[in-house]
């Protein structure tokens, strides 16, 4: 049943809301007299452990890590011109979240480039850093997945990139 969805034990997956975890088991349960198999993923980082059952794993967004075309076209995003909206905050806000929720890499991209400050920008408030930093963490675990790299190396990679932007 498992193999179906095309996932598997030791694969590295991305959870749409939660980032790139990884496939320990796959689990049967029974709940509620119905008999589930379930994925077991675990985000080492966030210190969670999140059962998706197999038969809803596709139709939640769970998918596999990013290749490394779309990898390169998140990079290229933030190479581009920010395109700030002159929208209030509030919904700048929530836009910018529904992005980062969305596991997109090229979205989340989106949002680390629209936010990204070098030094002499005028500061930004409390909640653009939050969401600035949660867009780049997402980012900075998929490049070191897909690379095969620490997430320092990762990091070190794109804040190289959005200097020279």
Do not use: C
Not at 10 to 25: N, Q
Not at 31 to 43: G, N, P, S
């Amino acid at each position: 049943m498992a193999k179906d969805a095309g996932f598997k034990e030791g694969d590295h997956v991305v959870y749409p809301t939660h980032g790139v975890g990884k496939i320990t088991a796959v689990e049967s349960q029974t709940i509620a007299d119905q008999k589930l198999e379930l994925f077991v993923i675990d985000f080492e980082k966030e210190k969670m452990i999140l059962r998706v059952p197999v038969a809803k794993a596709e139709g939640s967004g769970l998918r596999k890590l990013s290749n490394k075309k779309v990898m390169d076209t998140a990079l290229t995003t933030l190479k581009g011109r920010s395109r700030v909206k002159r929208t209030m905050w509030s919904r700048r806000a929530q836009e910018y979240e529904a992005k980062i929720n969305s596991g997109d890499p090229v979205s989340i991209a989106e949002v680390v480039r629209d936010l990204h400050r070098n030094a002499g920008q005028p500061d930004q408030s409390y909640s653009e850093r939050q969401i600035y930093q949660a867009a780049l963490d997402r980012l900075v675990r998929e490049l070191a997945a897909v690379e095969k790299i620490n997430e320092a190396a990762a990091t070190e990679k794109l804040e190289k990139l959005l200097q020279a932007a």
